[in-house]
């Protein structure tokens, strides 16, 4: 049973940072991506970052290019978001999701497994 689990959210100031980490357990195959998403009140599901496990290619959206980094550490199964200098409107639950084949795509609809969330709040 394929399984994603999300750590690392809380509450943090303007300018701080965060690191979420997602631990994926139980695929038939290590060929697969993992996507963050994040989800604010009143708003759609948003695509924020995707890494293949495969190849290490990234994506990124616009708006957290430059401040958030997606990592991939293998022997522990787990994929990481560094988020620097957040701002409020980073406020939101984050998911991570998995995608199985080699893809980069932060379409939502698109993903297999989704993880539970973790609120990330950022006060200004």
């Known amino acids: 049973e394929v399984r994603l689990a999300e750590s690392g959210g809380g509450l943090v100031q303007a300018g701080g940072s965060l690191r979420l980490s997602c631990v994926a357990s139980?695929?038939?195959?290590?060929?697969?991506?993992i996507g963050w998403f994040r989800q604010a009140p009143g708003k759609e599901r948003e695509g924020v970052s995707c890494i293949s496990r495969s190849d290490g290619t990234t994506y990124y959206a616009d708006s957290v290019k430059d401040r958030f980094t997606i990592s991939s550490d293998s022997a522990k199964n787990t994929v990481y978001l560094q988020m620097n200098n957040l701002r409020p409107d980073d406020t939101a639950i984050y998911y991570c999701a998995a995608i199985l084949g080699s893809v980069r795509t932060v379409v939502a609809s698109l993903y297999d497994y989704w993880g539970q969330g973790a609120q990330v709040t950022v006060s200004s």
């Open positions: 139980g695929f038939p195959t290590d060929d697969y991506a």
